[in-house]
């Protein structure tokens, strides 16, 4: 699910404690899981003074996912950000201006039948 083109929305806490949401870029290369984040949005400016996310992707109404825990930012000249890029290239279309190493530590999931 990670790698198809699934609903995929972050939540990040703002410096005032309050939540804030939007759709994210969500790969996964060698099993580790990245969020692709734009320098000038909320979500970049949040992640940085708090790493706290949960991410939800969700296959239509069939299948969700939600993923709570922590993201870092990875050093944009590195080999593996450059992974990364390719990888979000690949399945978007696009690269974003950062990337974050995303940790989960509690993931819930769920399918209809």
Not at 19 to 24: D, F, G, I, K, V
Request: charge should be positive; hydrophobic fraction near 40%.
């Amino acid at each position: 699910m990670t790698n198809s083109r699934v609903l995929t929305l972050a939540a990040t806490v703002r410096p005032d404690g309050r939540p804030h949401l939007s759709p994210a870029d969500f790969v996964a290369v060698d099993g580790v899981l990245y969020l692709g984040v734009d320098e000038a949005t909320a979500r970049y400016r949040n992640l940085k003074q708090n790493p706290a996310v949960t991410v939800m992707l969700a296959d239509g109404s069939k299948r969700q996912a939600i993923l709570e825990g922590d993201a870092k930012f990875l050093d944009m000249e590195s080999g593996l950000a450059k992974r990364v890029l390719e990888a979000e290239k690949k399945k978007y279309g696009w690269v974003t201006d950062a990337v974050a190493e995303f940790h989960p530590t509690k993931i819930f999931t769920w399918k209809t039948k």
